[in-house]
């Protein structure tokens, strides 16, 4: 949700303008912000000023570590409260926080889906080995035809009365699906369940109100869409019942990491209601010194997104995505696509494709190595290979993805695909 982006100047701010903003090589091509993305001068500068600031000094580290006021701030942009959201080290960290901390016993049922990034499914897998928790994969279906009801039946059909927790990714890195997470957080509240969703690609692509889709967990990447300082992510944790978004009761949750959390006695028991009896943010915030500097640097990148406009950052990269699906199904045909088209809700600005003639070539992960990294070192153009499960396939399957932002062009769609094409050819 923008912060009154209107009083800005860069609100009105052609796109080569706002491409100034950003330490980019002009020598190379960035489709590639679903892994990391490249910070604004600004963001940079705030880095070095801050880390001078409190190099060699005698202040007190642990209450500017609490970041109340950055927390204040992002909250207020994505719609929630300062309880309820925390600046962590990354989105791998935040994931793991969240699952460790949730109130799973010996036999007690995990669903998620064969797409998750490895930090869901290895922290998931750790709680099965350690506790005995049992955990359900599906794996979704991929391709331009792909529609949310799909996904939805899919998930449901795995739920059983011993299904405790729904994870999914928002946005799946593997093929850029954009999972329906108002859907299957309605889904979860019908069955009853907790919800954990890996958001690592929502702050600084989309412009979302986080209490409304439903969720009770969101873990976020500060690095990536959202370009802010490596090492930098975000937990949002549900800390009040607002019924109209989620009417289930708070979940039992243990704040792993906290100095906080009382030395002898319990917290008092987590609100009912649309007013929070503690601060969750806070235990969870609260783990000794912090990097005063990463802090401050990702508060600045989320001022510069709100100046911006998240609204018209968001419009302007699906905009580019949709002229990049385009150019990519004109150049390998439809059917070389694994990220959904024809479903409108399902699209997002990570876009998986085979560029190679024979079908069977999916499943060659030394041409999918080649082919990402003769774009690299030969033309300048940094995208990625990635790799995931196909239902019905024997094999597993590998797709070349690009990833539009606000600091791309058509142009560089254009030279992108037609260098896509002539690599491709060579290797087929």
Known sequence: MSASPAQSPLRTASWARIRELF????????????????????????????????TGGLLDVYRPAMFTEYRDAIAK???????EIVICHNATEGVARVIHGLDLREGDEVVTTTHECYSVLSNFNLLRNRFGVVLKTVTPPSGHEVRAEEIVELVEAAITPRTKVLSFAAITLFTGTMFPIRQLCELAHRHGLTTVI????????????????????ITCSG?????????????????????????????????????????????????????????????????????????????????????????????????????ARGRLIDAFGVEA??????????????????????????????????????????????????????????????????????????????????????LAEEMS
């Open 198 to 217: 890996d958001g690592a690609l929502i702050p600084g692509m989309l412009d979302c109100d986080l209490r409304a889709t439903g969720a009770d967990f």
């Open 77 to 83: 942009t994505f719609g929630v409260d300062g309880d």
């Open 223 to 323: 690095s990536k869409f959202q370009c802010g300082p490596l090492g930098t992510g975000l937990i949002y944790v549900r800390n009040k019942v607002v019924p109209e978004h989620n009417p289930l009761p708070l979940p039992t949750f243990w704040p792993l990491i906290s100095t906080w959390y009382p030395m002898m006695g319990s917290p008092p028991p987590r609100t009912s209601t649309a007013v929070e009896s503690y601060n969750m943010g806070d235990f969870l915030q609260s783990a000794g010194s912090a990097n005063l500097a990463r802090g401050a640097a990702l508060a600045r990148a989320f001022e510069l997104w709100d100046d911006i406009g998240r609204d018209r950052i968001e419009a302007y990269i699906m905009d580019l995505a949709e002229y």
């Open 337 to 422: 696509m694994y990220s959904p088209g024809a479903d409108p809700r399902l699209r997002s600005p990570l876009l998986a494709f085979n560029p190679f003639r024979r079908p069977e070539d999916a499943w060659n992960i030394k041409k999918f190595i080649g082919f990402v990294k003769r774009l690299e070192t030969e033309h300048r153009i940094w995208t990625r290979w990635t790799e995931f499960d196909v239902p019905g396939s024997p094999h597993q399957h590998y797709a070349a993805r690009i990833t539009t932002h606000l600091f791309n062009t058509r142009e560089e769609i254009d030279h992108t695909v037609r260098t896509m094409v002539r």
């Open 23 to 54: 330490a980019l090589d002009p020598t190379t091509v960035h489709l590639n912000t679903g892994t990391v993305g490249a910070m604004p001068y600004e963001v940079l500068d705030t880095v070095d000023r801050v880390t001078r600031q409190w």
